[in-house]
């Protein structure tokens, strides 16, 4: 077994501010398993699996806050437009046959919750490199991800055979992409919801 140790630099400083991740390559199915056992509930680490590379990310601050605030505004916008919306959080999705797990930063369930995947899953991409996670999701066929990099909200919807960016999400289509973005630069989580909030009655005032 191999190991590779990569703390990539985000563009603030100090160790508060970067995502921390341990590489290891040649891990068995059974190993992954085992070390998903040790950890236990904790949320503290994302542990991805790739036929045979296993990635564990600690993620800094910064990427906690961002997923943080991203899932806070979904789950008020669900609240607003009466759509009923189920959190999971980081929860495990594995498949052995597809040797792919993944955890995300959020996931959920739009409508009836199933018990092998969820329809939407979040991830925030603050340092660069890893495991290309959209390949473990679509083995995994997971309906939807959504990805936050640098400022910037993008839909990835899958098809027969992979992933397709698209403007709108299919899951939640009256979401506003734009809206979010805008409501992310508030100075603090609850300004952020309450800034979304607030448009969203304005809209329906306004209709």
């Given at each position: 077994m191999l190991i590779h140790v990569e703390s990539a630099p985000s563009?603030?400083?100090?160790p508060v501010h970067i995502d921390?991740?341990?590489?290891?390559?040649?891990?068995?199915?059974?190993?992954?398993?085992?070390?998903?056992?040790m950890?236990?509930?904790?949320?503290a680490l994302r542990v991805t699996y790739l036929d045979g590379e296993l990635e564990i990310m600690a993620p800094s601050t910064d990427h906690e806050c961002l997923?943080?605030?991203?899932?806070?505004?979904?789950?008020?916008?669900?609240?607003e437009m009466d759509i009923p919306l189920e959190g999971y959080g980081?929860?495990?999705v594995k498949q052995m046959e597809k040797k792919r797990g993944v955890e995300p930063d959020e996931c959920y369930f739009v409508g009836p919750v199933r018990t092998d995947r969820p329809d939407l899953a979040?991830?925030?991409?603050?340092?660069?490199?890893?495991?290309?996670?959209?390949?473990?999701?679509?083995?995994?066929?997971?309906p939807e991800v959504w990805i936050w990099e640098q400022g910037a909200l993008t839909f990835h919807l899958l098809g027969e055979n992979d992933y397709a960016q698209a403007p709108r999400s299919?899951?939640?289509?009256?979401l506003d992409p734009a809206l979010i973005?805008?409501?992310?630069?508030?100075?603090?989580?609850?300004?952020?919801?309450?800034?979304?909030r607030a448009e969203l009655r304005a809209l329906r005032a306004g209709g």
């Open positions: 563009t603030s400083s100090g921390q991740r341990v590489t290891l390559h040649g891990v068995t199915w059974a190993q992954y398993e085992a070390l998903l056992a950890r236990g509930e904790s949320s997923k943080t605030c991203i899932a806070r505004l979904l789950e008020a916008w669900a609240e980081s929860w495990t979040i991830e925030v991409v603050w340092t660069s490199g890893g495991i290309d996670k959209l390949d473990v999701y679509r083995a995994l066929r997971v299919a899951l939640l289509p009256a973005v805008q409501c992310m630069s508030a100075p603090s989580q609850t300004a952020a919801v309450k800034q979304l």
